[in-house]
């Protein structure tokens, strides 16, 4: 679902799971049909699976869509359960009109949510989507605005009530995403996890480092934006959501491939004050396709230079594996959650071509199209804070003009 954003009120996390379940009644009434593929999506099942099940072709009723809900095999992916026969009849007839054209050679930044500008960019063009989100229920932004996602919850991206909810709207954004990648293309989603706990949600890493020197003496009440941790269906107090595994889990459940997820290991992490659990040293980097063999070369990574995602002799082995040993960014330049420019350009050099065309959807201050234009890439990107594509928007004017385009 695509739409005007919103301005954002401001509201606590309250990770309550609502208790909303299927109106069997109102579905039995209605009278419409729906594409075989589009439901396939939405009930987490393959579309072969979904034709030998109901013996239907290319069109289902919403007979058959309550028949798919009640098996063992559903899995909710972008709305939940409740609401796949709304979100079918408002999609089915939808058009969208795919009519952005780029203003590369080089790079085009574009301010908006990455959601609405995804689905205006023409289907099958885009070689490698390499990105990272925000993490659920951890950051402010600059420029927070709402989204209206599919689902009917209106929020920020990363700032859902519940878990469930972001990686729902991860889904829906992968999903059109998937839309716009090239059949041997590949994305490349950048997550870390989040714990179920009561805290405070904070402006920036800076921040949170600030706190944990014992520099911050606000009290959790006292903070302007706060997350619960009660009210969940069964996630208690401190436990691990496993947000990247069932994002992955969702990315197979929509028809893509999931190739690998790997570990980014962190040559360096905050400081965590937790007692009964282990630090984190890790994030994920789950490498998603729409086919089982997509543009790959491993080489790259032996040839390639350090600070764009070759091998690093000091950490790494000759062999690329899942484990990628790679520093956290600085975190200058402005924005307070980047990655270093050797991840995206890692996932850059393995699956893309020179002159082949990467996006990054949430682009913050640049690093993936430093890392593109460095592979010889064009390069397309997005962001709904004009503060961060300002950064961006210089960080790769110096680098064009360096590279001498
Ligand atoms: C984790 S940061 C990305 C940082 C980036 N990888 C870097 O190295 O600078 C996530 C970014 O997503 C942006 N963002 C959040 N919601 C968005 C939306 N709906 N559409 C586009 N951008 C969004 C934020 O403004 C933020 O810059």
């Not at 798919?68 to 089915?92: G, M, N, Q, W």
């Amino acid at each position: 679902m695509t739409g005007a954003h919103a301005t954002w009120q401001p509201t606590d996390i309250k990770p309550h799971t609502p208790r909303t379940s299927l109106d069997r009644n109102h579905i039995a009434q209605l009278d419409h049909s729906y594409r075989l593929e589009e439901v396939a999506k939405v009930v987490g099942m393959s579309a072969l699976f979904v034709r030998k099940t109901t013996g239907q072709k290319e069109f289902l009723t919403p007979q058959h869509v309550l028949h798919l809900l009640d098996l063992d095999a559903f899995k909710e992916t972008i709305v939940p359960r409740s609401k796949v026969i709304s979100y079918l009849t408002t999609t089915h007839n939808a058009v969208q009109e795919r009519n952005f054209i780029p203003n590369p050679p080089n790079y085009d930044l574009r301010l908006g949510n990455a959601l609405d500008l995804i689905g205006t960019i023409p289907t099958s063009t885009v070689q490698c989507a390499i990105t990272s989100t925000p993490y659920w229920g951890t950051r402010i932004y600059e420029d927070p605005q709402a989204t209206p996602w599919a689902d009917g919850e209106i929020c920020p991206y990363g700032l859902e009530q519940t878990p469930e909810g972001f990686i729902r709207h991860t889904t829906e954004v992968m999903d059109s995403l998937a839309q716009v990648i090239t059949d041997d293309g590949s994305i490349w989603w950048n997550v870390m996890d989040s714990f179920n706990t009561r805290t405070q949600i904070r402006n920036s890493a800076a921040e949170a480092l600030r706190a944990m020197e014992g520099k911050d003496d606000r009290k959790w009440e006292e903070h302007f934006l706060r997350r619960y941790s009660a009210g969940h269906s069964y996630l208690k107090d401190g436990e691990q959501c496993l947000i990247p595994a069932l994002i992955a889990e969702r990315a197979s459940q929509i028809g893509l491939y999931v190739k690998s997820i790997i570990t980014w290991a962190k040559r360096s992490t905050l400081p965590e004050p937790h007692n009964s659990r282990v630090s984190r040293g890790l994030e994920y980097v789950i490498h998603i396709t729409k086919t089982r063999t997509p543009k790959f070369d491993k080489r790259i990574y032996l040839t390639a230079d350090k600070q764009y995602g070759g091998r690093d002799e000091s950490y790494e082995a000759e062999k690329l594996s899942d484990v990628w040993v790679l520093n956290t960014s600085t975190g200058g330049n402005g924005h307070g959650a980047q990655f270093p420019t050797a991840l995206p350009g890692r996932c850059i050099a393995l699956s893309t071509e020179p002159g082949d065309l990467v996006l990054d959807p949430f682009v913050g201050s640049g690093n993936s199209g430093l890392a593109a234009l460095h592979h010889g890439c064009s390069f397309l990107g997005f962001d709904i804070s004009q503060t961060y594509l300002s950064i961006a928007k210089d960080r790769l004017e110096t680098a064009t003009r360096y590279l001498n385009y």
